[in-house]
């Protein structure tokens, strides 16, 4: 299993904090927003890692994180010129992700909950994992028959089928590097990641996991400052303990 962090992008929702540096490098308590995402692999046993940045920060990437060595893994990094839409991590990584199985997680995503078994029991096909929200029509959302059985995943809609979105941690096996190439971008100009996941919920072999703990989506700042708070209390609480 390959990992990936995707951490490219410009962060405008965050201007203009990001007109200095990276969103994924901002900090999030007391360690940089990369970190997080970064300890979800790490905790899911994933030792190599690719790192796709974009072009203005990629020294700043390199310099925090460095080969890896510190983190007990191996780092690889990759350019993304320009964010035409999560998928398109696919198509940068594809020499990365060889004849692999991979694990994408966003950069901007916090989790609270560890994956080792979602990861490690993963065998074949794709896995989402989605959370019910109070405002998913900023997400791909979930729609469900009435056996609870998913039927279809929409991108950002006005008019949202149910609140559970999926969330910024994906699955796949090695025919998301076919799937991704017969994607056509879509109406914002981007390889969207619903489409991907639409294509393995066609053929039956998408599995789709509940995520019980927080989850935080830190792209715009009411959101990364309930993840500060949140991570803040949590950090404090361990220290009373001790």
């Known amino acids: 299993m390959k990992g990936i962090i995707l951490a490219g992008g410009s962060g405008t929702r965050l201007r203009p904090l990001t007109k200095v540096t990276s969103k994924q490098l901002l900090p999030v308590y007391d360690q ?72 994408l997680i966003l950069g901007d995503n916090i989790y609270e909950d560890t994956f080792k078994d979602a990861i490690t029991s993963f065998k074949n096909g794709g896995r989402i994992f989605i959370k019910d929200v109070n405002d998913p029509q900023r997400f791909g959302v979930v729609e469900f028959d009435k056996n609870n059985q998913a039927i279809s995943i929409e991108e950002k809609p006005k008019v949202p089928k149910s609140k559970y979105a999926v969330t910024g941690m994906y699955i796949y096996d090695n025919t998301v590097l076919e799937k991704v190439k017969s994607l056509k971008p879509s109406g914002r100009g981007e390889l969207e990641i619903t489409d991907l996941n639409n294509l393995y919920l066609e053929e039956k072999n998408l599995d789709v996991a509940f995520v019980d703990g927080q989850w935080f989506d830190t792209g715009t700042f009411e959101s990364l400052h309930e993840a500060i708070v949140f991570i803040r209390n949590r950090e404090l609480a361990k220290k009373k303990k001790e």
Do not use: W
Not at 43 to 71: C, Q, T, W, Y
Not at 87 to 92: C, P
């Open 32 to 103: 940089p927003m990369i970190y997080y995402p970064l300890k979800t692999l790490l905790d899911g046993g994933i030792r190599d890692i690719l790192i796709i940045v974009a072009p203005d920060h990629a020294g700043d990437f390199l310099k925090l994180l460095g080969s890896g060595k510190e983190f007990g893994c191996k780092f690889t990094y990759e350019i993304q010129d320009k964010p035409e839409g999560i998928a398109q991590a696919f198509i940068v990584g594809q020499n990365f992700i060889g004849k692999d199985s991979v694990t």
